[in-house]
């Protein structure tokens, strides 16, 4: 077997089926390698795989890899395994002395994108682990998204916004573009979310962060001013999509104006429960 480059070993890695193919290759080239690169195999092998922990053995006892090395000097291994959904190799890289604790807020991309795509099944050993550590999920990122947006923007798994939402997880929160979870019911992946997200009065009245707009499909524009209700972004989201017609598909328009008209009926039925309540 010859030699082969740092980053061919980290593509093996990343691809490989075989624990035995990457022991083999691990075993061969570990000479060759500096402590730090063989601790950059080392978040390789817990980021892209979850069971190939005698190659992880042989590159700590053998290659001195660092469990607290940080990926591009700024991600530590265990919240690399922790983004990439792998719970075995957390638990892994805690018995070798990583932690889950939070001390940058760098670390909090790594919790929160987990709940961009999974299904809630996929991941519930992970966040079993992380309430465990003391993780909660009520938190903005640097970006200003939160766990409650990303899976409202991208998510298709209404369990998940569910499970945030029983979390007590502050869905008025703003993003960058001045708008809430709420505002993005509408267009979420999912499409009844509006039902779990929007239940109060106060979720009616919550108001834009400034004047803005959102572009929630191509060639619909939906400007807002300041301090525009949710109810009134309805309406403006309405007008836009009747507006834009002809410029999108119709399975398009159809698609999303008729679930304006829905959260529009629901809010209706909100205010008449209310004023029927007083």
Request: charged residues 20%.
């Amino acid at each position: 077997m010859q030699k082969i480059s740092l980053q061919e070993l980290k593509r093996k890695i990343r691809n490989s089926q075989d624990p035995d193919e990457i022991i083999t290759y691990i075993s061969y080239n570990l000479a060759h390698y500096t402590k730090d690169e063989n601790s950059a195999l080392l978040c390789e092998l817990l980021e892209y795989q979850e069971i190939f922990f005698e190659a992880a053995e042989l590159l700590i006892k053998t290659g001195g890899a660092d469990i607290h090395y940080k990926k591009e000097g700024m991600i530590p291994i265990i919240f690399c395994a922790v983004g990439a959904n792998k719970p075995m190799a957390v638990e892994y890289a805690l018995t070798k002395g990583a932690s889950l604790l939070v001390d940058n807020p760098d670390y909090l991309f790594a919790i929160a994108y987990i709940f961009r795509q999974h299904r809630l099944n996929t991941i519930a050993d992970m966040l079993l682990i992380l309430i465990q550590h003391n993780i909660h999920f009520n938190f903005t990122l640097e970006d200003k998204e939160t766990p409650l947006l990303l899976a409202m923007k991208h998510n298709s798994n209404p369990e998940v916004v569910q499970f945030l939402l029983s979390e007590g997880v502050n869905k008025y929160a703003y993003d960058e573009d001045g708008f809430t979870a709420i505002h993005y019911a509408p267009f979420a992946k999912s499409p009844y979310l509006y039902k779990n997200i929007i239940t109060s009065i106060d979720d009616v009245l919550i108001t834009t962060q400034y004047a803005t707009y959102m572009e929630p499909v191509a060639n619909c524009i939906i400007k807002v001013e300041a301090d525009t209700t949710f109810e009134e972004f309805i309406y403006l989201a309405l007008n836009a999509f009747l507006h834009n017609r002809h410029r999108m598909f119709e399975q398009i328009f159809e698609k999303y104006y008729y679930r304006l008209h829905m959260i529009a009926e629901h809010i209706a039925l909100m205010w008449e429960k209310a004023s029927t309540a007083r």
